[in-house]
C-alpha cells in the first residue's frame, strides 16, 4: 500500500512538474481563422468577440442596417511559446474587416400617391416630413396617399439622400401641385389657374376703349379696397416686379408654356424678380399707380406674349 501511495506521488509531481515546464514555456492563446486561413492570435475570446458584436456585426455607422462575415471566424484554442507574438484585438478586427463582410445599407423613401418625391438619412426625418405635410393639408379636400419605404443597398454609392429641409419642401411642392389640380379653376397650355387673384367688382373688361387709353384695353380691371391683397393664380417664377409706366407698379410672373400674368396698379410689392411663387401667394397690394382713377387691380393674361382676354379662363 505504501509502495502504491509512494508511486502515485511521484506520478503527481512528474506530472505537476511537467505542466509547470509547459507554462514556463507556453502560453494559452485563441487562434483566430477564416476560410482555413490564420488571422492571428488573441488572448480573451469574450472580450474579442463583444468586440466584433459593437464594431462590426451592430456597428452604428451611418445608414448601415446590418454587417455580416462572408466567412465565418473560428476559434481554437493552442499552445504557443512564449516568446510569440500575440495581436492586439484591433490588428484581428482590421483583418476581418478587409474582403470579408458585406454591409447593407438603410435609407428611407418618402412617396406622395405612389410616386417617389425624396429620400432621406432616417426614420426620424421621413416620419416628421410625413407628419407636418399631413397637418399643412389636413383641412384640404385632398388625396393625400403618402407612404414611408425602407430602401436597402450593399453599394453606399448609390444612397442619394437630400437634406431634411431639401426634402420637405419637395414632398410639400409635391402636395401644393395635387392642391392646384385638385382646385384648378381653368387650364392654359397645361398651366392650372387655381386662385383669384383678387374680388372685387369689374369696372373695365377687355378690348374696352377709353379717353384714357390709346389703345383698348389689354387686361381686366376689378375696382377693390386699398390695400387689398393681389395672389398670383399659379405656380411661377417673377419676372419684373416695378415701376412701368401707364402699369404704375407691375408684378409680372412667368408660369413656364408661354403663359404670362401682369398685375398692375400695386401700391405695394412684396414679390422679388426671380421668387419661386406657388397659386395663392401674396405677390403685391391694390393701389391705384400709373394711369389710374382709383384703386383696382389691372390683370392680364398673355399667350407667347400676346394679351388674351381673361374671362375666357377667370371671372
Not at 398651366?191 to 387686361?219: A, F, Q
Not at 426671380?274 to 390683370?299: C, M, Q, R, W, Y
Request: hydrophobic share 35%; proline share 2%; net charge negative.
Amino acid at each position: 500500500m505504501r509502495s502504491l501511495l509512494k508511486l502515485l506521488t511521484i506520478i503527481l509531481v512528474g506530472f505537476l512538474f511537467i505542466l509547470a515546464m509547459i507554462f514556463i514555456k507556453y502560453k494559452p492563446v485563441y487562434e483566430v481563422t477564416v476560410a482555413g486561413e490564420k488571422i492571428g492570435y488573441i488572448n480573451n475570446l469574450n472580450e474579442f468577440k463583444n468586440e466584433v458584436d459593437e464594431q462590426i456585426i451592430n456597428s452604428k455607422e451611418e445608414h448601415v442596417a446590418y454587417t455580416s462575415f462572408v466567412n465565418e471566424p473560428k476559434y481554437e484554442q493552442k499552445l504557443i511559446t512564449r516568446t510569440s507574438d500575440v495581436n492586439n484585438n484591433e490588428e484581428i478586427l482590421d483583418e476581418l474587416k478587409q474582403n470579408n463582410i458585406v454591409t447593407t445599407y438603410k435609407y428611407y423613401e418618402v412617396s406622395l400617391n405612389d410616386e417617389t418625391k425624396a429620400y432621406v438619412d432616417t426614420l426620424d426625418d421621413a416620419t416628421k416630413i410625413v407628419d407636418e405635410i399631413k397637418e399643412q393639408f389636413d383641412t384640404e379636400n385632398l388625396e393625400l396617399n403618402l407612404q414611408i419605404n425602407e430602401e436597402y443597398t450593399q453599394d453606399i454609392a448609390k444612397i442619394n439622400t437630400d437634406s431634411f429641409q431639401n426634402a420637405s419642401i419637395a414632398v410639400e411642392t409635391a402636395a401644393e401641385e395635387i392642391k392646384e389640380e385638385n382646385e384648378a379653376i381653368a387650364v392654359i397650355n397645361n398651366v392650372k389657374l387655381s386662385v383669384l387673384p383678387v374680388s372685387g367688382r369689374i369696372s373695365s373688361r377687355y378690348g374696352e376703349s377709353s379717353s384714357r387709353r390709346r389703345s383698348t384695353h389689354t387686361g381686366l380691371d376689378i375696382a377693390c379696397s386699398m390695400g387689398t391683397d393681389i395672389k398670383v393664380v399659379s405656380k411661377g417664377t417673377i419676372t419684373f416686379a416695378g415701376s412701368a409706366g401707364s402699369y404704375g407698379n407691375l408684378v409680372k410672373v412667368d408660369h413656364g408654356n408661354g403663359v404670362e400674368t401682369w398685375y398692375g396698379h400695386c401700391s405695394k410689392i412684396y414679390a422679388n424678380v426671380g421668387d419661386e411663387v406657388k397659386a395663392g401667394d401674396v405677390i403685391a397690394a391694390v393701389g391705384s399707380t400709373g394711369n389710374s382713377t382709383g384703386p383696382h387691380l389691372h390683370f392680364e393674361i398673355r399667350i407667347n406674349g400676346a394679351t388674351v382676354n381673361p374671362q375666357k379662363y377667370v371671372y
